[in-house]
């Protein structure tokens, strides 16, 4: 079964940065099509960013465009999510999720495309 573990998460004041830490095993992870999906309270999943096989093509929502940068170490199958000008908006549990069935060329762009997920590591920004 594929295994996906976020780390990176904490607290931050804003303005502030983090870098977050998705490490897969028990797939074929340069297959895989990644993400990074946040829920804050109260709110549904959000799609933050997503990053194609070979991290050539990148997504990333609107809110957080220019602020966040996704990339891939395909050698260590690990993705990363670098945030910076953090806001205390961007306070939620990030995810970490894997596309299986993604071509080469596109990053994922809708939930429903992910097909596995880790358990999250946390995101607090203050103001």
């Known amino acids: 079964q594929v295994q996906l573990v976020e780390s990176g998460g904490g607290l931050v004041q804003a303005g502030g940065s983090l870098r977050l830490s998705c490490a897969a095993s028990?797939?074929?992870?340069?297959?895989?099509?990644m993400g990074w999906v946040r829920q804050a309270p109260g709110k549904e999943r959000e799609l933050v960013a997503s990053?194609?096989?070979?991290?050539?093509?990148?997504y990333y929502a609107d809110s957080v465009d220019g602020r966040v940068t996704m990339s891939r170490d395909n050698a260590a199958s690990t993705v990363y999510l670098q945030l910076n000008a953090l806001k205390p908006e961007d306070t939620a549990v990030y995810y970490c999720?894997?596309?299986?069935?993604?071509?080469?060329?596109?990053?994922?762009?809708?939930?429903?495309?992910?097909?596995?997920w880790g358990q999250g590591t946390q995101v607090t920004v203050s103001s």
């Open positions: 990053i194609s096989r070979s991290g050539t093509y990148t």
């Open positions: 999720a894997a596309d299986k069935d993604r071509g080469l060329f596109s990053a994922a762009r809708e939930l429903s495309e992910f097909d596995f």
């Open positions: 028990g797939g074929a992870f340069t297959t895989f099509a």
